[in-house]
């Protein structure tokens, strides 16, 4: 079964200071891999997501992530973090056999931004 | 509609009382899914349904809870006799496609009804 594990439930950097958010999956088969994030009081929305190709990809508002196969690694980063950014961020994997559709969760992790 | 629309956006309820969460998917979405969101529990899977294949209700976490979908669309998600650990943020979310054929593809969400048993 697939899964996935956020560390870090409260991550927290200064203005114009990197931001990594850390996913680790689990699967048995290639995974297709997405973040979300979700705004203060609004719904979730799609960041970026990894389907095959590109190990590096490129989502909204400056944000990446990369595939790494070999650590099953999924680690969003942004170079530079603005006020704006601040929110909760949800990894997910594709599920499989049965499921073939469905989105499995991390629990989240809660980026706040100092001044 | 334009996106995926829920409601009510508030519901409270008293423990023991029945209630019924409605799901109105983006139009021509095959899949649906329900999730739970507390406070510090992430998103939990309820229940996914997948075209006209049998849902996934291995999420569910008692016989209190059932979700139907009709005609491929509408989806509603059942609490029977609430207790106060129901409360939370239930999600609904569709996708263009189910199966195989959704794995690349993206979910959107709705903005949720916040559940609240007193």
């Known amino acids: 079964a697939q899964s996935v594990t956020q560390l870090g439930s409260h991550v927290s950097v200064s203005e114009g200071a990197l931001v990594l958010l850390r996913c680790n999956y689990s699967?048995?088969?290639?995974?297709?891999l997405f973040w979300y994030v979700q705004y203060p009081n609004q719904g979730l929305q799609l960041l970026l997501k990894y389907t095959t190709g590109a190990t590096l990809v490129k989502g909204i508002n400056g944000f990446e992530a990369e595939f790494k196969k070999s650590e099953t690694s999924f680690h969003l980063t942004k170079p530079s973090a603005h006020m704006s950014d601040a929110a909760e961020y949800f990894c997910?994997?594709?599920?499989?056999?049965?499921?073939?559709?469905?989105?499995?969760f991390g629990k989240g992790t809660k980026l706040s931004v100092k001044p | 509609g334009a996106g995926v629309s829920q409601s009510p956006s508030n519901k409270v309820t008293e423990k023991g009382k029945d209630v019924e969460l409605r799901c109105d998917p983006i139009?021509?979405?095959?899949?649906l899914y329900w999730y739970r969101q507390s406070l510090g529990q992430g998103l939990e899977f309820l229940i996914y349904?997948?075209?006209?294949?049998?849902?996934?209700k291995s999420g569910l976490p008692s016989d209190r809870f059932s979700a139907e979908r009709t005609g491929g669309s509408v989806s509603t998600l059942t609490i029977q006799r609430t207790q106060q650990e129901d409360s939370a943020v239930y999600l609904c979310a569709s996708s263009p496609r189910d199966g195989w054929g959704a794995r690349g593809t993206e979910a959107f969400f709705g903005q949720g009804t916040r559940l609240t048993v007193v």
């Open positions: 997910a994997v594709r599920g499989y056999g049965g499921s073939q559709g469905n989105l499995i």
């Open positions: 699967s048995s088969v290639p995974p297709y």
């Open positions: 139009s021509g979405h095959t899949a």
């Open positions: 349904f997948q075209g006209n294949s049998a849902p996934d």
